[in-house]
């Protein structure tokens, strides 16, 4: 019973939260895709393919801070001052405004606020079987595990191979991270990790 009464209220505030966000922050939202669009031309948003609850893929929305063709010439991963990423994109990344899209990933119910952050295909079929655990849990737009790595690019960038380090270290941390976190999460839990992410920024 404990385990249905939070997640109906995990999902009650959730999807408020998500309507007010999309609405208060519509103006900055024009504001940024302006921006983007100005500074090169391309597309505004960028929908990564992920791995969600129960392992199903779903597309999620940010804005691009990348070249058009980011895909094409380099890895998942972004390393340091990655030479992909846009003059607007580097301004948008620092204050993680680029993560404000999947307040809509929110809304329709395929992410919460706080969850693991969901990773790509070619990541999770990496996964061990106890790893795996981590995809009954909803993924979310921030955990204590983006916290922890909030400046994961500029650990990476210290790395000689930045996606053996990730795959091997940094990874495996993160999905430690937050199946030790949904042991005991609460609502108010979730609450304070929101709080957390927002002092940081």
């Given at each position: ?32 895709a302006a ?122 960038s210290s ?10 270290a940094v ?31």
């Amino acid at each position: 019973m404990r385990t249905w009464t939070r997640r109906l209220l995990k999902r009650t505030f959730d999807a408020t939260a998500a309507a007010i966000g999309v609405a208060a922050l519509a103006p900055a939202g024009l504001a940024v895709a302006a921006a983007i669009k100005l500074d090169d031309g391309g597309p505004i948003f960028y929908r990564q393919e992920r791995v969600g609850r129960d392992g199903k893929r779903f597309r999620m929305w940010k804005f691009r801070t990348m070249s058009v063709d980011a895909d094409q010439r380099g890895p998942a991963l972004t390393v340091g001052s990655d030479r992909r990423i846009t003059r607007i994109g580097a301004t948008l990344r620092r204050f993680k405004l680029d993560e404000l899209p999947q307040l809509i990933n929110v809304l329709v119910g395929e992410m919460a606020l706080v969850g693991p952050r969901p990773e790509v295909p070619r990541y999770v079929s990496l996964y061990d079987p106890e790893q795996r655990q981590v995809l009954a849990l909803t993924p979310g737009i921030t955990d204590r595990a983006s916290i922890k790595y909030r400046n994961e690019s500029e650990l990476l960038s210290s790395s000689e191979d930045p996606e053996m380090f990730y795959v091997r270290a940094v990874m495996p941390d993160k999905i430690r991270i937050n199946l030790d976190y949904e042991r005991t999460a609460t609502f108010w839990s979730d609450v304070r990790v929101i709080l957390a992410t927002l002092i940081r920024i």
